[in-house]
């Protein structure tokens, strides 16, 4: 197998490092509030959590049963200042779950304009390519000139426009 730093490769690696220096600007990015809000929804959304939660929410009931027998339980069945603390720690969870996918969704997006403009960009030198080996045949006298009618339409680069206009027509409702 060949190391990406070998003569035959040498695309491969400045590719690789062209996306990896993407994706570090795009982490470099986010704020020290973005920051603490995805390091707090990686950490809460471990399987640890589901278990000392569970802990939690046993141990406060059992407590509270225990005390209730004597009259001390400082949340006595049904628990109102526990699912008052749940309730809040839910609210949170799903905020600090938002805000981490809406800039994830950030990123996707500017990540899928990067892919739309490289396969653009792509199509229209593939087009070029197509043209040349076109023209390159007709001016060759030792390759036979034939008319090829889907290397007519493939040295056309593609309107974008219109391929949204053929799949609106397309698609079902």
């Known amino acids: 197998m060949n190391d990406s730093n070998t003569p035959e490769r040498p695309g491969v690696t400045k590719t690789v490092e062209s996306i990896a220096q993407l994706e570090a600007r795009a982490t470099e990015d ?4 973005q920051r603490w809000i995805e390091h707090v929804t990686v950490t809460v959304g471990q399987p ?5 939660l569970t802990a939690f929410i046993l141990a406060w009931a059992g407590i509270n049963l225990m005390l209730q027998k004597t009259g001390n339980a400082f949340d006595p069945p049904p628990f109102a200042w526990l699912q008052g603390i749940v309730s809040l720690c ?6 600090f779950i938002l805000t981490t996918s809406n800039r994830i969704s950030q990123h996707d997006v500017r990540r899928d304009r990067l892919d739309l403009q490289i396969n653009l960009m792509t199509e229209r030198k593939i087009s070029k390519v197509i043209e040349m080996l076109e023209a390159m045949r007709k001016d060759t006298p030792g390759i036979p000139d034939r008319h090829d009618p889907e290397a007519s339409v493939m040295r056309n680069a593609i309107d974008p426009h219109d391929v949204v206009r053929e799949i609106d027509e397309h698609s079902p409702g």
């Open 30 to 33: 986010r704020s020290l509030h």
């Open 90 to 95: 839910a609210l949170l969870m799903t905020i």
């Open 48 to 52: 640890l959590t589901v278990y000392l």
